[in-house]
């Protein structure tokens, strides 16, 4: 569910002469250098869509690639773009490079990588969160399992409501975000068969990026009862949390750990391990592995909840004065990775 706070039209669509960040080139030639100078292994170069900062989605990425280069005894470039012009010029650069793999960062890059996986065929690259619309041999793609954890969410909002109501508040209404709303809806009716869910979108001209629509959302089911939201809006989630604290409700967070944000208010967090999917995929592509999509979730230790991760006792997750659900949380994922327990992926075709 990360996605930057920027080009929102693009973003729904795709749903339904900038230079290189000065801080971002200069970072880069500080990593190549230092990395050159110590092995000559192989050579892995990141792209980010945007700044890393302290974006923890885009921080693990880094971490991923930083261990795969020391795994295979190497070295790792990372090029932070701030726009399209600096995502166009961030790939030129890595592809000029000639590294033996590429990964970048969201689906921003999908035509970018198309163009240029055709004209340098010998040239690896690695998706994260996405995949090029065209199978190409020489492009790789790392995609996440998010319902499983969604649908685990949403078991914990099951047994800790008090109303009886859950809900969600979700960018768009399309198969693909429907994973983060229609699970949870999933997960808490198996644990409490009673509980009614209630879906609201945030629509409009930045539905990834409107704090006060996804507020309004999240304030429409409040009125009617529920009292644990699934925080599916991106850049709005924020939003969701501000409208839960002022209700004395609880909201569940996507990708990293957003219960630093609200501490109190948000239970537990839907994390996506890009560093899982960075290192992994790129041992696959040395490997020879290459051209395929590999899918992470509970099983490949892609997707998790901050709840069942260590260090969950300094999270200021709520979840983690609750250990009576997790246990028994535990026991779903459990049966989700045996395959005991199927999650239907309303983004299946």
């Known amino acids: 569910m990360y996605r930057r706070n920027r080009r929102s039209v693009q973003f729904a669509a795709l749903a339904a002469g900038t ?3 000065a801080t971002a080139c200069n970072a880069a030639a500080k990593d190549s250098a ?3 100078s110590a092995s000559s292994g192989k050579s892995f170069t990141l792209v980010t869509p945007d700044p890393v900062g302290q974006n923890e989605f885009l921080k693990l990425a880094v971490t991923g690639v930083e261990a795969a280069a020391k795994a295979h005894d190497g070295t790792k470039k990372v090029y932070q773009s701030s726009d399209t012009a600096s995502e166009q010029q961030n790939v030129q650069a890595a592809v000029d490079a000639a590294p033996d793999v590429i990964v970048l960062v969201g689906f921003e890059f999908a035509d970018l990588v198309a163009q240029q996986a055709e004209a340098h065929p010998k040239q ?3 998706v994260i ?10 492009v ?3 995609t996440f399992r998010e319902h499983e ?3 685990l969410a949403g078991a914990e909002a099951g ?8 809900g969600a508040v979700d960018v768009l209404d399309t198969p693909q975000f429907r994973r983060y709303s229609d699970p949870f809806a999933a997960g808490a009716k198996k644990v409490a068969i009673k509980t009614t869910a209630s879906t609201r979108f945030v629509g409009g001209q930045s539905p990834f990026d409107d704090s006060a629509r996804a507020k309004e959302q999240a304030n429409a089911l409040l009125s009617g009862g529920t009292d644990q939201i699934m925080a599916a809006a991106a850049a709005g989630n924020y939003g969701v949390f501000e409208a839960a604290k002022a209700k004395g409700a609880y909201a569940y967070g996507v990708d990293v750990n957003q219960c630093t944000s609200a501490p109190g208010t948000v239970v537990d967090n839907v994390i996506k391990k890009t560093d899982v999917a960075v290192e992994e995929g790129i041992k696959q592509v040395l490997a020879g592995n290459t051209g395929k999509t590999i899918s992470y979730g509970l099983k490949e230790g892609g997707i998790s909840l901050t709840g069942l ?6 999270s200021k997750c709520v979840i983690a004065d609750h250990k009576d659900v997790l246990t028994k949380v535990e026991a779903l994922r459990d049966q989700i990775v045996s395959g005991e327990l199927k999650v239907d992926d309303p983004a299946a075709s």
């Open 159 to 166: 047994l800790l409501s008090e109303s009886g109501k859950v």
């Open 124 to 126: 690896q690259f690695l």
């Open 140 to 142: 790789s793609c790392a």
């Open 129 to 138: 969160d996405a995949c090029t619309t065209k199978t190409y041999k020489n």
């Open 34 to 36: 230092s990395d050159s």
């Open 309 to 314: 991760e260590a260090g969950v006792d300094t």
């Open 19 to 21: 230079a290189l960040l």
């Open 149 to 151: 954890g969604v649908y």
